[in-house]
């Protein structure tokens, strides 16, 4: 644990000085003491024999009558034991006399567990000004260390954290203010330093700074619980969830929250309107995003949509479905393709032979025209499964056959 602790505070920059022993106050004394002919007291029996010859500035009470007692010759613990304890704590405060019964084991000792701050908020100081990524990245990673250690403290998790990188003014942009704010999001609530420095470089290497930076300030203020899993032999659903989650955290840092969308789906059964594509949230999971954004694309990556999406209906009986879902393709056609007719039967590199259907969807009355069709599954001669459609009218069926996509 001792060695664990020294490799933590060394990740960020920081150096230690142990001491340990049976009690807490004892330890705390030798840890202040360089030249302590002991910093580890594992039995009660030691302390009587290490202790006495500290000096008595390891002492916390002591240290305001410092003057006072070396000018009456007490110079080590050892001394200062053989002084009265009555006068001791008549002269000196009870204090004194206390914290010497804690460290010798004589008084019980009380602690105040030590609380972190309610939100992380830390500046460092850059060891020289620069705008390199790697240079950035170095000091980063020491406050993405301490980021991690305040939320393992907590037992919590972040979303969202914020980069301040202050510019001295000799150094910034006169088109720009002192500071540059770069917010980096995840997926899914972490508190990994690794995984946030990797979204930091992303975030860096599509914005890069404009001037160079003297200063970094990091502040986490949004806090989740954080979520233990159990440990598996195989990966499960949650490792699943983790890895697409990191996915999707990383494209959001390269791409922007303009570049990263998801279809979702929508009440119309109309293919052309069955799915929109959506700003991914970062700051919701996935199960939460609400469609609001109005439909542009269809599953096919590039296909345009009518620029105005019908509005919803009038209060009206259901329109006519049938009971029949029938599969839907992966690739759709940016725009319905009319298939000529051979015998009354349409043509697709020769006659189609059909293995499902029909569907039918009749919807949109409100729209001109309203939508009225018979879709099939079908097949043609190169054994290619197609998405084919009828055309049906007010009177009737029509005898007009159109090819909407394609399975894979």
């Known amino acids: 644990m001792l060695q664990r602790i020294e490799t933590g505070l060394n990740d960020l920059g920081l150096a230690c000085r142990p001491g340990v022993s049976v009690t807490a106050t004892s330890a705390w004394w030798l840890s202040q003491y360089a030249s302590a002919p002991a910093t580890h007291i594992n039995e009660l029996t030691s302390l009587s024999a290490i202790l006495p010859a500290l000096p008595i500035q390891v002492l916390d009470s002591a240290y305001p009558h410092l ?36 460290g010798f084991a004589r008084h019980a000792e009380l602690h105040t567990w030590i609380q972190p701050p309610p939100v992380f908020d830390v500046r460092q100081e850059m060891p020289f000004h620069t705008l390199q990524l790697q240079g950035l990245l170095n000091v980063a990673a020491t406050l993405l260390t301490a980021l991690q250690h305040w939320l393992q403290g907590r037992w919590a998790a972040t979303r969202t954290i914020r980069f301040t990188f202050h510019h001295g003014r000799s150094n910034r942009h006169p088109d720009h203010a002192d500071t540059t704010v770069r917010w980096v999001r995840a997926a899914q ?11 930091l470089q992303d975030e860096l290497t599509r914005q890069p700074l404009l001037a160079e930076a003297c200063d970094i300030s990091l502040r986490a203020d949004v806090l989740e619980p954080l979520q233990t899993q159990t440990e598996t032999l195989f990966p499960g659903p949650q490792e699943q969830q983790q890895a697409w989650s990191a996915l999707l955290g990383r494209l959001h840092a390269r791409l922007g929250s303009d570049g990263l969308k998801i279809p979702l789906e929508t009440p119309d059964p109309r293919p052309e309107y069955a799915h929109r594509l959506h700003a991914h949230a970062m700051t919701a999971s996935e199960s939460t995003v609400k469609a609001t954004a109005p439909a542009k694309t269809l599953r096919k990556t590039g296909t345009q949509l009518p620029a105005q999406v019908p509005t919803q209906p009038p ?49 949109g009355w409100w729209d001109s025209p309203a939508t009225r069709r018979d879709y099939f599954i079908a097949q043609d001669s190169d054994q290619r499964q197609l998405w084919v459609y009828r055309e049906r009218h007010e009177d009737g069926v029509s005898n007009r056959w159109y090819l909407h996509g394609l399975f894979g």
């Open 67 to 102: 003057l006072t007692l070396k000018r009456c010759g007490v110079h080590h613990i050892r001394q200062l034991l053989q002084l009265p304890r009555s006068g001791l704590s008549r002269r000196f405060g009870a204090t004194l006399v206390r914290e010497l019964d804690c």
């Open 189 to 199: 609530p972490t508190q990994m330093a690794d995984a946030w420095l990797q979204l």
């Open 315 to 363: 209060p009206r009986s259901a329109p006519l479905q049938s009971a029949l879902r029938l599969p839907r393709p992966l690739w759709f056609l940016p725009r319905p393709e009319r298939l000529p007719l051979q015998n009354n039967r349409p043509v697709q590199k020769g006659p189609l032979s059909f293995l499902a259907g029909p569907e039918r969807i009749e919807f």
